[in-house]
């Protein structure tokens, strides 16, 4: 356990240090109880919420049934009289029947207390007699009702049920008319006193102040508990639950209840039902605090028990925060002991649980720490000893590519030289000849080194397919087959087919530059590609039976200008730069490559390569040798700042029957197109122009002043990578100088048929 002095010191904060007691117990308290609370305030809030929905759907549910009870009570009502009128219509009206109309008529008013009138009419609408309980009996009266609703209609529909009235302004009336069952039946017509309803209506109880009410389809009241309201002849259409059924013209709604207002302004929870016969609607109100009483009492009840748990949280959060802080302050102070440089400092925590053991952590990197400072200075030595190995190397490697490249330069100025003074044409060929060489030898030297930059700079970036090894297998054989057969060796490629998933282009790379190694070493004998499947790779082999590599060279051959020594007279050594170039290229694909050789004997680059799945095997676009030139006749356009380069790439160009227009700067570009009053078909620009200028603007002038999206590449002698994430940020393709002929000549005849050319595949 912690002891007393420790206890108290930590609660001041510790020697020197800004008392944290409060703020630390403070924050941890706060975030425990806001967790507690958080969780009891949701969880009651949730069980608050789910009451209120389930107490809301019992009373509209209660309610719903109530006003469809009442409804079915008035429609039996109304269906009852017509059920009693209708005997009256089954027997055809003439004088011989007269006492029998009259009879039935009699029975009618006695069986259906709430009929108050019957009327008998003819075929032609005329009346004929006339019962009513209130007034005298008329018979004979022929009044003309052909052109009434209760006659027509009747007539039409075979039942009419007439508008509300009012008899003497106080009670209401409608009027019922039935049709015989053959056309000269006539019509009976009944006046039906709906107070009767009143006596449905007042019946019905929502709660102790709940009211049932019943309205027309004019939005009337009908019948209601309080017998004057409708004496009133009140339009209900105020009331925002019947307006909303008025709006919904009747039809049933989704859901059949309203949060709406009674006649005297209170909230209530409304429901209803349509009466279909007559489109009469039944409403039943509940008031809102009478029917949510239940629901407010648990509300209450849960608000104690919540604020019982809360005060519950907030003691349990400070005893909680108190046992975690006190710790935490004796490893804050141990901590700062330790790295004050107090290293022999232990932490004393005895919780037996996380944080003791974090307290065991800090003392054992503690430990750590003493024994990392002792051997500190051994460790600085190391590195500067590594520091200073790194810079001989790179001071080694600029030596060497220095001296690589004088050798060419050295060469190409005396071959110059030869040319000025006077020489036959036999020689002149030769010396062209040899000049040539030394160009290719600088030029392969300077892709060389460009590819090693790009590669330790990370700008070359795989594109992954699946491909059959078959494909490269060929281009193997057509690329070496005559070097070969040249220096009489046998290259023997072994069939395979098997399909494997790698970056072509790279992969195609590393195998040359393995070939080309093997037929250069080998001076007599055979150099064999071959396959091996194991597992999930594929092992693609090159063999050799050249003298191989001793075991003290094998570790270094992968390093740039590394070159083994066979004799004096060996002219066949490379640059020192293939293998370096292939094993950046495998650690970029991830292709483990392995080295087996014995001195005398010959030697085997293996590369492994994964093999592509069943899904994986879709036909994928091989970059295509396509040798067809297209740039004979185009107009091209060529800026560059250096008039040599003018110079050499408009000779160039012109030699392949090409226009060609040249310029330094956007200004002189844009006047020559103007004064030559012609489009061209490709612009090659230098990217670092005058005056800041890059060779994008310049291209996007010229393509503005034109107005066509012309074809368009850069080249560049910075190897700096903004420039080239610069040119693909546009889309552009950039290509670093020195160029090659032939690799110029390719990338124009890519933009001639408006194809993607990578940067790798350049």
Not at 125 to 135: C, L, V
Not at 466 to 492: D, N, P, W
Not at 612 to 635: C, F, Q, V, W, Y
Request: glycine share 6%.
């Amino acid at each position: 356990m912690l002891s007393p002095a420790t206890t108290n010191d930590t609660a001041a904060g510790g020697p020197g240090g800004p008392p944290t007691r409060r703020s630390l117990f403070t924050r941890y308290a706060a975030i425990f109880l806001s967790v507690v609370c958080l969780a009891v305030v949701t969880s009651g809030a949730l069980d608050i919420w789910f009451s209120y929905r389930e107490q809301k759907e019992l009373l509209v549910r209660i309610q719903r049934e109530q006003a469809e009870a009442a409804a079915a009570k008035i429609s039996q009502f109304i269906t009852e009289i017509e059920n009693q009128m209708g005997w009256a219509t089954l027997l055809p009206w003439n004088a011989s029947t007269f006492g029998e109309w009259r009879f039935d008529a009699f029975r009618l008013l006695h069986q259906a207390p709430a009929l108050m009138e019957i009327s008998q009419l003819d075929a032609s609408g005329f009346e004929q007699f006339r019962i009513s309980r209130y007034a005298r009996d008329v018979i004979g009266s022929h009044m003309d009702y052909s052109n009434k609703p209760a006659f027509y209609e009747a007539e039409k529909n075979k039942v009419y049920y007439g508008p509300i009235y009012f008899v003497n302004g106080s009670e209401p009336y409608m009027t019922i008319a039935l049709a015989g069952s053959r056309k000269d039946y006539g019509v009976i017509v009944g006046q039906v006193n709906l107070k009767f309803i009143w006596d449905i209506v007042s019946q019905i109880k929502a709660g102790k102040h709940g009211q049932a009410y019943l309205v027309d389809g004019k939005s009337r009241l009908i019948a209601h508990p309080d017998i004057s309201l409708v004496l009133r002849n009140i339009d209900m259409s105020r009331l925002p639950q019947v307006r909303a059924v008025e709006q919904a013209k009747g039809e049933p709604t989704a859901n059949r209840s309203f949060t709406a207002v009674n006649l005297q302004g209170k909230r209530v929870l409304s429901a209803y039902a349509r009466i279909v016969p007559l489109n009469w609607f039944v409403f039943v109100d509940a008031p809102l605090d009478e029917a949510f009483a239940p629901l407010y009492s648990s509300i209450t009840r849960s608000a104690i028990v919540m604020l019982g748990a809360l005060g519950l949280a907030l003691f349990a959060s400070l005893l909680l925060t108190r046992s975690m802080v006190v710790p935490i302050r004796a490893l804050r102070d141990g901590a700062v002991r330790i790295g004050g440089g107090d290293l022999s400092h232990r932490i004393s925590i005895e919780t037996n649980d996380e944080l003791e053991a974090l307290g065991n952590q800090f003392n054992a990197m503690a430990t750590r720490l003493e024994e990392s400072h002792a051997t500190l200075e051994r460790k600085v030595e190391e590195r500067t000893h590594q520091l200073e190995m790194a810079n001989l190397a790179k001071s080694r490697f600029i030596a060497v590519a220095s001296h690589d490249l004088r050798q060419p330069l050295h060469a190409l100025g005396l071959f110059v030289g030869q040319l000025r003074g006077r020489i036959q044409a036999k020689e002149r060929s030769l010396i062209l000849s040899r000049i040539d060489l030394a160009l290719a030898a600088m030029n392969e030297l300077f892709n060389a080194l460009l590819d090693i930059s790009k590669l330790d700079a990370g700008a070359m970036s795989p594109s992954f397919t699946s491909f059959s090894v078959a494909q490269l297998l060929k281009y193997i054989e057509m690329t070496f087959a005559e070097v070969a057969k040249e220096k009489g060796l046998s290259l023997r490629i072994v069939p395979c087919d098997v399909w494997i998933r790698s970056d072509f282009i790279l992969l195609e790379r590393i195998m040359f530059n393995l070939v080309s190694n093997a037929v250069r070493y080998t001076a007599l004998g055979k150099v064999v590609i071959g396959c091996r499947r194991k597992g999930s790779h594929l092992t693609i082999e090159v063999w050799d039976s050249g003298p191989g590599i001793a075991v003290d060279h094998r570790q270094n051959i992968f390093s740039e200008f590394y070159r083994i020594a066979r004799s004096e007279n060996d002219r066949r050594g490379g640059l020192g730069l293939g293998l370096a170039i292939v094993d950046r290229l495998c650690r970029l694909l991830n292709h483990p490559i392995r080295l087996i050789s014995a001195e005398g004997k010959g030697s085997c680059f293996a590369v492994s390569v994964p093999i592509a799945t069943k899904r994986e095997r879709t036909e994928e676009h091989l970059p295509i040798r396509n040798r067809i030139d297209i740039s004979r006749g185009k107009s091209i356009v060529v800026v560059d700042d250096d008039p040599l380069v003018l110079e050499g790439m408009s000779g160039l160009f012109k030699s392949w029957g090409c226009e060609v227009v040249t310029a330094s700067n956007k200004e002189a570009v844009l006047a020559a197109l103007s004064e030559q009053r012609i489009a061209p078909d490709l612009i090659i620009s230098d990217y670092h122009l005058p005056r800041g200028m890059t060779g994008i603007e310049v291209i996007e002038a010229v393509r503005g002043a034109l107005r066509a999206p012309i074809p368009a590449f850069l080249i560049s002698g910075d190897t700096d990578q903004s420039s080239l994430r610069d040119a693909e940020s546009k889309g552009f393709h950039l290509l670093h100088k020195p160029v090659e002929p032939m690799a110029l000549r390719a990338m124009c005849n890519m933009a001639f048929r408006g194809g993607k050319v990578t940067t790798t595949a350049i």
